[in-house]
């Protein structure tokens, strides 16, 4: 693995003599092992998230995370009987991030093949290298920006969010539409600029170029009278979702280049990428501006070729790997109900 490349969003923990020092369904009065609480805690402020796959029967397992004062630690715990790889994949999928940036720690040799087996792209370690695990390199964001430090908190609020959809009766418009929702679009500002330089490290699926960009590019953009830099933020009854969504245009003469175009994987289902899409189409219609946008394709972003394709851009060339796609000038999508746009700059 190259750290320099590769950075974990999640690890995976397993709780026999990795996470306490013994087999619970032996020994109910086990123990937190050494250190353990001081790297739960670190990883969790760098915006690790951290959850469970583990054998053992839920309810006595949970009881003793509960006991040891660290459950709150955990999302989408899954302790059962199933295979570690069945069970890191439930994780990977309710969070919706790539295999790639898991981490799993076990201290069985079998287990950590089988994951290895089924899932190549996770990283696998053995629980003996706990001592050195917050030093790793790909246990270290490149950037710790004041939303990294509430993730676990986010990730919470949308459990919520999913067990309030799962008991609601009718679409999924009506649904959204109880969310209350308001999404915040404006310039980016320098408290900004962390948080934008992560999601542009972060965001693979939903994010058209890949493109990545250093805290001191975003702010040379932010400051630039031909660029145009938009964040986006969004709140719901549930609570904050923070910041989850990018924009960077290049502004030339009568031309406008979408050049990054990104949500965060975490709001899929909102549909707020076509609204923060819609919202530069109107500014470049307002501008009386030709609007362009570059899409880079990868075996994750289709999504967003997508919604290139149905906010009325088409394909006009192509430079490199990359795809130019132009908008027709005319096509608007109707606004979403069931979001209060405020929009700023």
Known sequence: MDAEEKKIKCLVWDLDLTLWDGILLEDSEVRLRDGVLDIIRTLDERGILQSVASRNEYAHAMDKLEQLGVAEYFIYPQISWNSKSQSIREITEQINIGLDAVAFIDDQQFEREEVNFHLPEVWCLDASELESLTDKAEMIPRIISPDARQRRGLYKSEIERKKAEEHFTGDQNEFLSTLDMVMQIHPVTVGDLERAEELTV??????????????????????????????????????????????????????????????????????????????????????????????????????MHITYKFAGFKEIGQEGNTIIFEHDGRTVQPAAEYVKLITSG
């Open 202 to 303: 972060r965001t693979h699926q939903l994010n058209a170029t890949g493109y990545t960009y250093s805290y001191e590019e975003l702010l040379h953009f932010s400051r630039s009278e031909s660029h145009l830099l938009l964040i986006c933020e969004l709140d719901d009854r549930f609570g904050r979702y923070g910041k989850i969504g990018l924009a960077l245009i290049e502004c030339i003469e009568k031309t406008w280049v979408l050049k990054l175009m990104l949500t965060s994987c975490r709001v899929m289902s909102r549909g707020v990428g076509t609204v923060l899409l819609n919202h530069i189409i109107r500014k470049s219609i307002e501008a009386d501006c030709r609007l362009l946008a570059e899409y880079l394709p990868n075996d994750r972003n289709r999504m």
